[in-house]
């Protein structure tokens, strides 16, 4: 039986919510107006959403990158949460078996594990053997259609309390934007199509590798696939430099490569979507957030640090006109560039450096704060859509690359990449894929 959007499972979900994210929305008009502690509150927001399970952890994580969106001091609590729900019991799992594959869906399997092997904020994971051959089950929750759009509400509502009392960022196209993207991924379905396109795009790269869906055990709610042998990325952050490097070079390519040479990101760099096998290959394990740019957009990307390392400001002007920015003025343009400099900071130099050496968590704060109160000064800006996920996956990736602490000519990385770049072909290969996926895309 299929999930609807039940007035009741989101009338629940509000009062399960009541001590969450509307919570925060009282709780910050009680900080601007009583002046209560705001570190306390986002401490107490952050061990509740923690443990909701649900969309709202993810909608908080994707609010938490857009630079100084938030308070301070939520952004960093909000930043702690690691998608990580407690597992449902195994008559859950039974039941929502059974509603996916029948009745008798356990002789389908050679086995399945009874306790998940991961969870996370829309399903749980579990292990299984399918034709002799080790798999991975990704079951959606019950009822997360209606929690979806209750969460969405929520967000709304935290938008619009603190837009009373700083309209500094307009958030309309950024809550659009979260709404498209979190709706998207409870459809398995269309997560199964992404993955295609994803192992398309890296059918001829072995240092990504890709897993191949078992579509006669999958469903728009349960997800079945082959399981890649790896390990969590932060275990390697003690091998030798050498195999961090590597490491920091294939996950590099794993996210950036889809964008540069198909403009097509995963948008969820959550360190729990992907590990490393034993030759340090990138395993990516969630296709759930896939955002495809028009190329005018990836253009855009690469016009604007052009523009920074040759002080072009022309060429500046061009980027962000074409990434959606209105009324572009020589203020907004140096207002912007600051957090430009910040995102591109590695890239600029043609030498060996650590990611820490110019893109530190503290260098962010500093240049999130300053951004925040110059535009405060001009009255302000709205930033595009697609800035959330480009923001999230070079904030994401920075985080990765920090704990990794290796040492990279970034640059080097970054112009490989780019050389060659062609809005044209761009166009081409995305047709491509869509065609090969059979996804409806509006491009």
């Not at 299984?128 to 798999?135: D, E, I, L, R, Y």
């Not at 399981?227 to 952050?237: I, Q, S």
């Not at 957030?289 to 920074?308: A, E, H, W």
């Given at each position: 039986?299929?999930?609807?959007?039940?007035?009741?499972?989101?009338?629940?979900?509000?009062?399960?919510?009541?001590?969450?994210?509307?919570?925060?929305?009282?709780?910050?008009?009680?900080?601007?107006?009583?002046?209560?502690?705001?570190?306390?509150?986002?401490?107490?927001?952050?061990?509740?959403?923690?443990?909701?399970?649900?969309?709202?952890?993810?909608?908080?994580?994707?609010?938490?990158?857009?630079?100084?969106?938030?308070?301070?001091?939520?952004?960093?609590?909000?930043?702690?949460?690691?998608?990580?729900?407690?597992?449902?019991?195994?008559?859950?799992?039974?039941?929502?078996?059974?509603?996916?594959?029948?009745?008798?869906?356990?002789?389908?399997?050679?086995?399945?594990?009874?306790?998940?092997?991961?969870?996370?904020?829309?399903?749980?994971?579990?292990?299984?053997?399918?034709?002799?051959?080790?798999?991975?089950?990704?079951?959606?929750?019950?009822?997360?259609?209606?929690?979806?759009?209750?969460?969405?509400?929520?967000?709304?509502?935290?938008?619009?309390?603190?837009?009373?009392?700083?309209?500094?960022?307009?958030?309309?196209?950024?809550?659009?934007?979260?709404?498209?993207?979190?709706?998207?991924?409870?459809?398995?379905?269309?997560?199964?199509?992404?993955?295609?396109?994803?192992?398309?795009?890296?059918?001829?790269?072995?240092?990504?590798?890709?897993?191949?869906?078992?579509?006669?055990?999958?469903?728009?709610?349960?997800?079945?696939?082959?399981?890649?042998?790896?390990?969590?990325?932060?275990?390697?952050?003690?091998?030798?430099?050498?195999?961090?490097?590597?490491?920091?070079?294939?996950m590099f390519k794993a996210w950036y490569l889809p964008f540069y040479k198909y403009g097509i990101i995963h948008g969820d760099p959550h360190l729990g979507?992907?590990?490393?096998?034993?030759?340090?290959?990138?395993?990516?394990?969630?296709?759930?957030?896939?955002?495809?740019?028009?190329?005018?957009?990836?253009?855009?990307?690469?016009?604007?640090?052009?523009?920074?390392?040759?002080?072009?400001?022309?060429?500046?002007?061009?980027?962000?006109?074409?990434?959606?920015?209105?009324?572009?003025?020589?203020?907004?343009?140096?207002?912007?560039?600051?957090?430009?400099?910040?995102?591109?900071?590695?890239?600029?130099?043609?030498?060996?450096?650590?990611?820490?050496?110019?893109?530190?968590?503290?260098?962010?704060?500093?240049?999130?704060?300053?951004?925040?109160?110059?535009?405060?000064?001009?009255?302000?800006?709205?930033?595009?859509?697609?800035?959330?996920?480009?923001?999230?996956?070079?904030?994401?990736?920075?985080?990765?690359?920090?704990?990794?602490?290796?040492?990279?000519?970034?640059?080097?990385?970054?112009?490989?990449?780019?050389?060659?770049?062609?809005?044209?072909?761009?166009?081409?290969?995305?047709?491509?894929?869509?065609?090969?996926?059979?996804?409806?895309?509006?491009?």
């Amino acid at each position: 039986m299929e999930d609807v959007n039940k007035f009741s499972k989101r009338f629940k979900r509000y009062t399960d919510l009541g001590t969450s994210a509307g919570s925060l929305a009282v709780k910050f008009l009680g900080t601007k107006i009583l002046g209560k502690e705001k570190s306390k509150n986002a401490e107490n927001l952050g061990y509740v959403l923690g443990n909701l399970k649900g969309p709202i952890m993810k909608i908080a994580q994707l609010a938490s990158t857009v630079p100084d969106l938030l308070p301070p001091e939520y952004s960093q609590e909000l930043t702690k949460l690691q998608s990580n729900a407690p597992p449902m019991g195994w008559n859950f799992v039974k039941r929502r078996m059974n509603n996916e594959l029948g009745a008798g869906w356990q002789a389908k399997f050679n086995s399945f594990e009874r306790l998940p092997f991961a969870a996370a904020s829309l399903g749980q994971v579990h292990r299984a053997n399918f034709g002799g051959k080790k798999v991975v089950c990704k079951l959606q929750y019950p009822d997360m259609l209606s929690i979806v759009e209750a969460d969405i509400n929520q967000l709304k509502l935290i938008f619009s309390v603190y837009k009373k009392f700083d309209s500094t960022i307009n958030t309309s196209e950024i809550e659009k934007e979260i709404t498209s993207r979190v709706r998207e991924e409870l459809d398995y379905h269309l997560e199964q199509k992404h993955m295609s396109i994803f192992s398309e795009i890296f059918k001829k790269i072995h240092s990504v590798n890709v897993p191949k869906v078992i579509e006669t055990v999958s469903t728009k709610r349960l997800l079945t696939m082959n399981f890649l042998n790896g390990d969590k990325l932060l275990n390697f952050t003690k091998h030798r430099a050498t195999d961090r490097k590597k490491l920091a070079i294939n996950m590099f390519k794993a996210w950036y490569l889809p964008f540069y040479k198909y403009g097509i990101i995963h948008g969820d760099p959550h360190l729990g979507n992907y590990s490393a096998d034993q030759n340090l290959n990138i395993n990516l394990l969630d296709f759930g957030c896939i955002r495809f740019f028009k190329p005018s957009f990836v253009q855009g990307v690469i016009d604007l640090y052009n523009s920074i390392k040759e002080n072009n400001e022309d060429l500046a002007v061009k980027a962000y006109e074409s990434w959606g920015f209105e009324n572009i003025s020589k203020s907004l343009i140096e207002i912007l560039n600051i957090w430009a400099r910040f995102l591109y900071s590695p890239l600029l130099e043609d030498k060996t450096i650590k990611m820490q050496e110019t893109n530190s968590s503290v260098y962010g704060a500093e240049a999130a704060s300053k951004v925040h109160k110059e535009l405060k000064k001009i009255g302000g800006v709205k930033p595009p859509r697609e800035f959330v996920f480009m923001d999230r996956a070079a904030i994401g990736m920075g985080s990765v690359f920090l704990h990794l602490d290796a040492e990279v000519n970034w640059y080097r990385e970054f112009h490989n990449l780019i050389a060659g770049f062609s809005q044209s072909e761009i166009e081409l290969k995305q047709k491509n894929l869509i065609s090969i996926a059979k996804i409806r895309k509006d491009l």
